[in-house]
């Protein structure tokens, strides 16, 4: 059971219909050509402001989307809806921080060569064990005994101890800060600066509540519960959640959310690989560099 829910609820901001708001100077991209990797209308309008150029991914979206996208923004006149062209971009970014997860980090560090000119950058946003766990990971850890006391005693015999959700299960779908050094280097990049960032995620209420609970419902799947039960599991955990969120006058949630904000050059245009552990690369490399 927990395990699908840890699932779920760590890839939760999949979805391309949210809003990144970094209180902090935002990256500026003056005279530079940009590619948006996330496909995120709102980070591409926001990037638009100072980029020369910029193209947002429309990898996997609907032709109803990118069209409905192209006409919204028909005014900006740097801001193009698209697939990513090769060895164009002087900078990609990537502001959704599920994206660099680790299962796929490597992958899309290496995908990034394809597209970044040698020596374009990176602006990612990065989550990590020091981050974890979220507002939802939470939200679960407390209704958890609930969920366990409505199961059968045949369910609860099933479920070893060691397999009991903990704030440890959750962190362990995500690197510690030592991987993620070891994967930017493998990838082929060296880290000009990293910061931890406090960030807020917005979405319309009735958004996030459809997914919230299909996140819980796809949790509990399998422990026979009846439907009286999962309505008022999926309520509370709605609950939960909206407690440490903030709505603005739009019936939008504001989910704050933490992560770090690596800005990183594609030094090499390919995977680096690492002849032995024994030399390891220069300490100075650091997720800490300001």
Not at 4 to 11: E, V
Not at 68 to 90: G, R, V
Not at 123 to 128: E, N, P, R, V
Not at 177 to 182: A, F, R
């Amino acid at each position: 059971m927990n395990k699908y829910l840890i699932l779920a609820i760590s890839t939760i901001f999949t979805i391309h219909s949210m809003e990144y708001v970094n209180h902090e100077p935002q990256d500026t991209f003056t005279n530079l050509t940009v590619l948006d990797y996330d496909g995120n209308e709102y980070n591409a309008r926001h990037i638009a402001q100072t980029a020369k150029m910029v193209h947002s991914d429309t990898t996997g979206n609907s032709l109803t989307e990118i069209t409905a996208n192209q006409k919204k923004y028909a005014h900006i006149n740097n801001l193009i809806f698209t697939t990513p062209q090769p060895d164009l971009y002087d900078v990609v970014t990537i502001y959704n921080p599920n994206i660099l997860n680790k299962k796929r980090m490597i992958y899309r560090l290496c995908d990034m060569h394809k597209h970044l000119k040698l020596n374009g950058e990176l602006h990612a946003l990065i989550q990590t064990q020091t981050h974890y766990p979220s507002i939802f990971g939470a939200a679960f850890l407390t209704l958890y005994p609930q969920i366990y006391q409505s199961l059968s005693s045949e369910k609860q015999q099933q479920i070893k101890p060691k397999n009991h959700p903990s704030v440890i299960s959750f962190q362990s779908k995500y690197f510690t800060d030592e991987e993620v050094k070891d994967e930017i280097w493998s990838g082929g990049y060296d880290v000009i600066s990293s910061k931890e960032i406090v960030y807020e995620i917005i979405m319309h209420a009735a958004e996030i509540k459809k997914l919230l609970k299909a996140t819980i419902l796809t949790g509990i799947e399998g422990c026979e519960l009846s439907e009286e039960t999962k309505k008022l599991l999926y309520k509370q955990f709605i609950s939960l959640v909206f407690n440490q969120c903030k709505r603005n006058n739009e019936d939008q949630v504001i989910i704050p959310s933490k992560a770090t904000k690596i800005h990183l050059r594609n030094v090499t245009g390919c995977l680096r690989l690492r002849l032995s552990r024994l030399y390891p690369y220069s300490a100075s490399f650091s997720l800490d560099k300001k």
